[in-house]
C-alpha cells in the first residue's frame, strides 16, 4: 500500500517569514495530494489540494507542489500569521481512489512573533 | 449547508464492550470514510461506504464494522473494546473519493 513520509516534525518560523513542509509518496500510481491543517481539538481543515496532472497550485497565501517523478510534494505558506499555528498534515490517494487517504505523520508548525 | 456532523462527542466505554458512532454527510456527498487518529498521529483509513457498501477497508479486524444508511448517513460499530481502541474518530465526507471534508470526530475513551 501507499507510505507517506512528512518532514519536519517540528517546524518553528519568526511571523513573516515562509515556511515549508515537505512529503514523500511511496505508490507512483497516486494522483491526489491534499493538505489539511489541524488546531488543537479540532477537526482536520482540508486547506489546499493537488492531482497529479498540475506541478503547482496556489491560493492566497499558500501553495503545493508535486514532483512526481521524484514522488514528492511540498506545502509553502508565505508572510506567516499566528494564526497559521498548527498542525499540518499531507496525505495521498493510492491506485483506484478508494484506498482511503495515507497521512503523513504530521508538521507541527509554531510562528514565533 | 449543515458540514459533516458526527456523534457523540465523547464516549466513555469499558474494555470488551460494544460501541456505535454516527455520521451524517456534508449535503450533496455520497461517500463517507472512516478513520482513527491516534494521540499525536496522522488519521488511519478504517473503510469506506459507497451506495451503502463497503468499498475498501485499511489494516482494521473485524471487531470494526460499518454501515451506510440510504440517506448517505453512515455508522461505525466497534465490538469487543481493547484499551488501544482508545482514539479520536473522524468521518470524513466525499462526492466520489478525493476532497474529503472530515467532521469534528467522536473521542472514544476505553477504560
Known amino acids: 500500500g501507499e507510505n507517506v513520509e512528512q518532514h519536519p516534525s517540528t517546524l518553528s518560523v519568526q511571523e513573516g517569514d515562509s515556511a515549508v513542509i515537505k512529503c514523500t509518496y511511496s505508490?507512483?500510481?497516486?494522483?491526489?495530494f491534499p493538505w489539511y491543517k489541524q488546531e488543537l481539538g479540532k477537526r482536520p481543515q482540508l486547506i489546499i489540494d493537488?492531482?497529479?496532472?498540475?506541478g503547482e497550485k496556489k491560493d492566497q497565501r499558500i501553495a503545493v507542489t508535486l514532483n512526481k517523478t521524484a514522488k514528492h510534494f511540498s506545502l509553502h505558506i508565505t508572510e506567516t500569521q499566528p494564526e497559521d499555528s498548527a498542525v499540518y498534515f499531507c496525505?495521498?490517494?493510492?491506485?483506484?481512489?478508494?484506498?482511503?487517504?495515507?497521512f503523513g505523520k504530521g508538521t507541527h508548525l509554531i510562528i514565533q512573533p | 449547508d449543515a458540514g459533516v456532523t458526527q456523534s457523540p462527542t465523547h464516549l466513555i466505554k469499558t474494555r470488551g464492550q460494544q460501541v456505535t458512532l454516527r455520521c451524517s454527510p456534508k449535503?450533496?456527498?455520497?461517500?463517507v470514510s472512516w478513520y482513527q487518529q491516534a494521540l499525536g498521529q496522522g488519521p488511519q483509513f478504517i473503510f469506506q461506504?459507497?451506495?451503502?457498501?463497503?468499498?475498501q477497508r485499511g489494516n482494521f479486524p473485524d471487531r470494526f464494522s460499518g454501515h451506510q444508511f440510504p440517506n448517505y448517513s453512515s455508522e461505525l460499530n466497534v465490538n469487543a473494546l481493547l484499551l488501544g481502541d482508545s482514539a479520536l474518530y473522524l468521518c470524513?465526507?466525499?462526492?466520489?473519493?478525493?476532497?474529503?471534508?472530515f467532521g469534528p470526530g467522536t473521542r472514544l475513551t476505553v477504560t
Open positions: 496525505a495521498a490517494i493510492g491506485s483506484g481512489g478508494a484506498d482511503g487517504l495515507t
Open positions: 493537488i492531482r497529479s496532472n498540475v
Open positions: 505508490d507512483s500510481a497516486s494522483n491526489y
Open positions: 449535503s450533496g456527498h455520497d461517500t
Open positions: 461506504y459507497y451506495e451503502e457498501e463497503e468499498r
Open positions: 470524513a465526507s466525499s462526492w466520489g473519493w478525493d476532497e474529503q471534508y
